[in-house]
């Protein structure tokens, strides 16, 4: 690990801590202490000095890609100037990067969501990162990831928080009716054997965003709002960890129960014209199945919905 980061492990684990005593313990000197904890600070870490006490961490927490490797089991590829970390990961992949492989980065500059929608990356408050998979099997037997991730994501956010977010079909997290996550997933298909090679699973996380651009302000919303209980690692690790042990069926099991859509009134788009109709059921494919108000049933195995009720 780097000094700034072992520094930021220090300050996690004490009220205080002298600048002397931190370089005694890394064996470096003050002056490296001093640009630590000047990097620390430009990476979104409010640091209080006090004069004869030390340093001590106010807000803000540090991505540490070393412990997030040795917690997963994988290896994660930390970014710290990034476009998108979906990009980084389909760069890597063409020059044969090793999978499962997490991709992370503090901030991107160009994140964009489904559809090539943008997506709005704050500079410190965000968790954004790309998971690197290679299923190879036919597309008919491709699990449902996006299904898998959110229902890994709400798990992850119930356990360490306590708080229930929701899934709006098909890949947005929502917090007392804002968003506050989504997720972009994109395959690779080999033309010569039809198998799909690569998996690429995309999340963009608000989690501790205190404000947003004016015409997100009514859409958007944040995990956390005020000092967070948990760190952005933490919920990371916890995530991906549910991801790989969870059986598939019982994560989708969880998408179903935390639907915002199932049983609901519901738009959505066919042949340039709007439509309506109610929600009956949600496949494991993840796949809603719907009644027209003709009484027919279709399913709808791609778009997007709007909750009538919004």
């Given at each position: 690990m780097k000094t700034y980061e072992h520094i930021y492990q220090h300050l996690s684990e004490n009220t205080f801590i002298s600048g002397e005593k931190l370089a005694q313990e890394l064996k470096v000197s003050r002056s490296a202490i001093w640009k630590g904890i000047k990097t620390l600070e430009e990476q979104g870490i409010v640091i209080e000095a006090v004069k004869k006490k030390g340093y001590r961490i106010i807000s803000g927490n540090l991505l540490v890609p070393k412990a997030?490797?040795?917690?997963?089991?994988?290896?994660v590829t930390y970014l710290s100037v990034s476009q998108s970390t979906q990009q980084d990961a389909k760069t890597a992949a063409l020059k044969g990067a090793h999978a499962p492989q997490l991709y992370l980065a503090p901030y991107q500059t160009a994140a964009r969501g489904r559809l090539n929608r943008y997506?709005?990356?704050?500079?410190?408050?965000?968790?954004?990162?790309?998971?690197?998979?290679?299923?190879?099997c036919s597309y008919d037997h491709?699990?449902?990831?996006?299904?898998?991730?959110a229902s890994s994501i709400v798990k992850a956010i119930a356990r360490l928080t306590g708080k229930s977010p929701d899934i709006k079909w098909v890949n947005d997290i929502f917090l007392e009716g804002k968003k506050i996550a989504g997720i972009l997933s994109e395959a690779v298909t080999?033309?010569?054997?039809g198998q799909v090679t690569d998996m690429f699973i995309g999340v963009g996380l608000n989690f501790h965003i205190l404000s947003f651009p004016e015409d997100l302000k009514e859409i958007a919303g944040s995990l956390f709002t005020e000092n967070p209980t948990i760190t952005r690692q933490e919920l990371i690790c916890e995530i991906w960890r549910l991801f790989f042990t969870i059986p598939e069926h019982d994560l989708i099991k969880i998408y179903k129960e935390k639907s915002l859509v199932l049983n609901k009134q519901v738009t959505y788009e066919q042949d340039g014209k709007t439509m309506t109709a109610k929600v009956l059921s949600i496949t494991d494919q993840g796949h809603l199945i719907l009644k027209t108000k003709d009484d027919k049933e279709i399913t709808l195995t791609g778009g997007e919905v709007s909750l009538s009720s919004w």
């Open positions: 997030i490797s040795q917690a997963l089991k994988i290896p997506f709005h990356a704050d500079s410190h408050g965000g968790i954004y990162m790309t998971l690197h998979l290679k299923p190879n491709l699990p449902a990831y996006t299904v898998l991730v080999s033309v010569e054997t």
